[in-house]
């Protein structure tokens, strides 16, 4: 398909998320897009939702950032987003990005209201040591407790304890899941957000004793996260034990190599508030949603 001069074809692999993306004005630093809301998505929709999840709306903000510095080598990605209401399943969401000197200011917008925002860089500089291979795959955290259904979903194996928290080691995707990233060599940091989110679900039943049908309201993350580490390299996310109670919460993670001694890759801190399935049904029916 030929494109006019001020619209991109999204980055490869991007299809499935944004429609083309739209370059805006002489100096072209300021880019939109339409997500994509497929409720089909045997990822994203893993399990019926009366949402947009959180994780979509990262991809596809992370998506049209990539678009807007193609071509630039990257050795980390930075990143804050923060989630300001529930995303509703329609209308498709609207992407805003817009270039300030080689930060990436996103917002996600429904109509008129900012469904999130925040910011990416890349990073182009240093460069990290490679961990070796794991000895072997690890079994997959069990999927109820990460709120996934589909095995091939579930990013991280069974967490085991240490001194101070608990560690659980990351697993790869299959090259045609939707986290495989956009470098078939590398582990993509779109798998290793959503390791750590699915770790803080983990944590929330197991540690903080809340039942199967609470709800984790994913309210932010900040990530500094290395781009360029090879897929053979065996990851792990490290956790510090801290409160898992009521009310927001923050958790932070450590990217670690598998063995113990190994030095920190990598770091990720959540916002969280964790619901009662009952507390969640009220806050869906006041905030207009279907719940």
């Not at 070796?132 to 991280?156: F, K, W």
Request: proline residues 8%; aromatic residues 6%.
């Amino acid at each position: 398909m030929n494109f006019p001069a001020n619209i991109l074809q999204p980055v490869p692999g991007t299809a499935a998320l944004l429609d083309a993306v739209r370059r805006h004005g002489e100096d072209g630093h300021r880019w939109t897009a339409d997500l994509r809301v497929d409720r089909t998505d045997p990822f994203f929709f893993d399990h019926p939702l009366d949402h947009v999840p959180g994780m979509l709306l990262l991809c596809g903000a992370l998506d049209l950032a990539r678009a807007g510095a193609a071509g630039s080598a990257a050795h980390r990605l930075r990143t804050a987003l923060t989630f300001r209401r529930i995303c509703e399943l329609a209308p498709d969401p609207a992407l805003e990005l817009v270039d300030r000197d080689g930060r990436y200011d996103v917002h996600v917008r429904q109509g008129a209201a900012v469904a999130a925002d925040g910011w990416f860089a890349f990073d182009s500089t240093g460069t990290v040591a490679v961990p070796p291979a794991a000895p072997a795959r690890p079994l997959p955290a069990e999927a109820l407790l990460v709120h996934r259904v589909r095995t091939e979903n579930v990013m991280i194996g069974d967490p085991h304890r240490t001194d101070d928290g608990f560690r659980a080691p990351v697993l790869v995707p299959s090259a045609e899941h939707a986290l495989a990233g956009r470098g078939p060599d590398t582990h993509s940091v779109e798998c290793l957000i959503e390791a750590a989110r699915q770790f803080i679900t983990l944590l929330v039943h197991r540690i903080g004793r809340w039942p199967l049908g609470a709800q984790i309201i994913w309210l932010g993350v900040v990530a500094d996260l290395p781009t360029d580490l090879p897929r053979t390299a065996g990851l792990a996310l490290r956790w510090r034990t801290a409160p898992l109670g009521t009310g927001r919460t923050w958790c932070d993670f450590d990217l670690v190599g598998v063995d113990d001694p190994a030095p920190v890759l990598g770091t990720l801190r959540y916002h969280i508030k964790v619901l009662s399935a009952q507390a969640y049904g009220r806050f869906r029916r006041a905030s207009g949603g279907t719940a």
